[in-house]
């Protein structure tokens, strides 16, 4: 249940374009499920789409939804990054961060961690010793977000910022909550600097209501189900939790939800996301996202050497419940 939530009828409405075009599916995938880090379960949001599709992101993980036992919880060990951003959404659950650069700060639900790895940082994140020892829900996504090959190499940077800080909007009808988590949608402003012109967004849908989202032509679209049923596209093509849709061609985003599912999810919960493509060459390695395989292996040369910095003497460890 998304921890920042508004009244409705309070909040400001999106406004429809005057000559509105729904933006048509182009494809529908299922995220398979994997583990990351220490063992956490995430679906793989990207999986089956190309660059094009997905451009100017890299990689998306849904990380849960899981109901931890105490003693389960866990995160990532300390680890390397280069060449992108990394942006981690907390629906549930609670997490610290910490990196070689200095950022550093506990991610509470409905916050983001908006941290840039530049010329490289090393950082690490993992539920704090509480949250371990009482087990409990924990949800969210994490995006890594391209940077443009000039800015590659830029200062690291780590932007702490809470569900307090995104903006709010609603539907003409008042029956959703887009939260603006990052960029920009309709004139409304999310918080923190995007080096990549981009939205990011969390869209809460009541049973049964529809919402015509306003949105850049110049953006891709891409609409993933956190939870619950409903229907995308001037075609109303069926989704439900775990599927990723593409979205193509027009300024408006057309999404139905579908009859109350249960308690825990009672509404169509969507992370919908766009920006301009950046059309470079990607070359991924593990936590390196460059422009050639030449800089890939600078960048483990780069690692290697400690030019990414050290991990500080002080720093934040997994823990693990004895």
């Known amino acids: 249940m998304p921890a ?22 182009l ?20 999986a089956g789409l190309t660059m094009a599709d997905i451009d100017p992101f890299v990689h998306m993980d849904q990380m849960g939804e899981v109901d931890y036992a105490p003693g389960e919880p866990k995160g990532t060990p300390w680890h390397p990054h280069r060449g992108f951003e990394t942006f981690t959404y907390l629906i549930d659950g609670n997490f610290l961060h910490q990196d070689s650069q200095g950022g550093g700060g506990t991610i509470l639900e409905g916050g983001t961690q908006y941290m840039t790895a530049g010329g490289g940082v090393l950082h690490i994140e993992t539920p704090p010793e509480a949250l371990v020892m009482s087990g409990g829900l924990f949800h969210g996504v994490q995006l890594w977000i391209n940077l443009p090959r000039s800015k590659k190499m830029i200062d690291p940077q780590y932007q702490d910022l809470q569900g307090r ?3 709010m909007v609603t539907s003409a009808d008042g029956g ?13 402003k999310g918080p923190g600097i995007s080096h990549t012109p981009l939205v990011i967004t969390h869209l809460t849908l009541a049973p049964g209501a529809s919402i015509d989202i306003p949105w850049r032509e110049d953006f891709n679209a891409l609409a993933y189900v956190l939870s619950g049923r409903g229907s995308v596209g001037p075609e109303a093509h069926p989704v439900r939790t775990g599927q990723n849709v593409v979205l193509v061609n027009g ?13 825990q999810h009672p509404n169509l919960e969507m992370f919908i996301i766009g920006g301009v493509p950046l059309r470079e060459p990607v070359i991924q390695y593990g936590p390196f996202v460059m422009s050639t395989r030449e800089e890939i292996v600078q960048a483990f040369d780069d ?3 400690g030019a990414f910095g050290h ?12």
């Open 4 to 25: 920042a939530t508004a009244d409705p009828m309070i909040l400001p409405r999106l406004n429809t374009p005057a000559m509105p075009q729904v933006r048509k599916v």
């Open 27 to 46: 494809k529908i995938i299922d995220a398979p499920q994997a583990h990351e880090g220490e063992g956490f379960p995430v679906r793989r949001a990207f």
């Open 165 to 167: 800080d995104s903006a």
């Open 176 to 188: 959703a909550i887009v939260r603006v988590l990052a960029g920009e949608l309709d004139g409304h």
């Open 251 to 263: 300024n408006v985003l057309h999404i139905t939800a579908g009859p109350s599912l249960d308690a």
């Open 303 to 305: 690692y290697q050497s």
């Open 311 to 322: 991990i500080p003497v002080n720093a934040i460890q997994p823990h693990r419940a004895r």
